[in-house]
């Protein structure tokens, strides 16, 4: 999804604006490429101490901040911790091992 403003100098900017993605549980395990499409590049597991909810993963782009992507307030549903960029959530026996 994309947010349209008015800049500075008059033309349009673009912010993205990320999201929190629910892979289905009708699907298997999501594979490497998978993966990156979802969050938009490298990924990253958070570690189980910021995640907030059981049985669930939580997988990050790992390089969102140096990219520049904005903060995703939707996933404070999911972690403690600020995430930047797209979110996808594994659950059950999807979780990657």
């Not at 189980?48 to 939580?58: A, E, F, G, L, R």
């Not at 995703?72 to 999807?94: D, M, R, W």
């Amino acid at each position: 999804m994309t947010k349209r403003k008015r800049g500075i100098n008059g033309n349009y900017e673009f912010t993205i604006i990320p999201t929190v993605i629910k892979w289905p549980a009708s699907l298997n395990k999501p594979t490497l490429k998978q993966l990156q499409e979802a969050v938009g590049g490298l990924f990253q597991i958070m570690p189980d101490c910021y995640v907030t909810k059981p049985n669930i993963q939580v997988i990050i782009n790992e390089e969102a901040l140096l990219h520049g992507r904005a903060q995703n307030l939707q996933a404070l549903e999911y972690c403690s911790y600020p995430i930047f960029g797209n979110v996808l959530i594994l659950t059950g026996k999807q979780r990657l091992t």
